[in-house]
């Protein structure tokens, strides 16, 4: 459902130009869009991102299931595809050695 939620949601802002022109609504539609599907985490440098679960076991119960997909969850929040999929390729090139999506948002806003 979140993948759906993000598509939706990924058709109605600009992509962030090279030169940064569009910087400020792109900015705020952004942090509006990740609040809205609960992802602000990922640009917010108050939180620890979280560690990549561990397999499940061969013998898992229904709450290591269920924790194990809340963790998955909450990892992958703290992937960059969001970000990478709203900025020019020019702005991707300029930051690809950012490897989370806090780190490229850092990267866009200091810059």
Known sequence: ????????????????????????????????????????????DSTVPPSKPEPLADTTTVAEVAAFNTASEKYSGFKMHLIVSAISDDVLIKNIRHTTGRSLWKAIYDD
């Open 1 to 44: 459902m979140l993948s759906t939620t993000l598509a939706e949601f990924q058709t109605t802002f600009p992509v962030l130009a090279y030169d940064g022109s569009n910087w400020i609504i792109w900015k705020h539609r952004i942090q509006i869009l990740l609040g809205a599907v609960r992802l602000d985490h990922i640009i917010d």
